[in-house]
Nanobody, 115 residues
């Protein structure tokens, strides 16, 4: 079955960096677009970044220029490099893929930006 497992979250100071990973299994990773979402306490889940099967990328305006989404099809792994982190980036980060009519989510990884 499809599984998405995130890792790499943690506590970081403002201005710091983190790299999130999402290991995918149970499907042909390379042919599907992948996304990163995040959800802060008391807020709706929001789309952060998208990467197509051809590695075309798109970003939310709030993270453009600071975050970079990438994929390694040989490892079936999705990444999110987060630089110049701000307290408002604090959230649970989820990887996501839509396969056919089904949405698949990872369990999430907590990112906390605080001094």
């Amino acid at each position: 079955q499809v599984q998405l497992v995130e890792s790499g979250g943690g506590l970081v100071q403002p201005g710091g960096s983190l790299r999130l990973s999402c290991a995918a299994s149970g499907y042909i990773f390379s042919i599907y677009a992948m996304d990163w979402y995040r959800q802060a306490p008391g807020k709706q889940r929001e789309l952060v970044a998208v990467i197509s099967s051809r590695s075309n990328t798109n970003y939310a305006s709030s993270v453009k220029g600071r975050f970079a989404i990438a994929r390694d099809n040989a490892k079936s792994t999705l990444y999110l490099q987060m630089n110049s982190l701000k307290p408002e980036d604090t959230a649970v980060y989820y990887c996501h893929s839509r396969i056919g009519v089904n949405d698949y989510w990872g369990q999430g990884t907590q990112v906390t930006v605080s001094s």
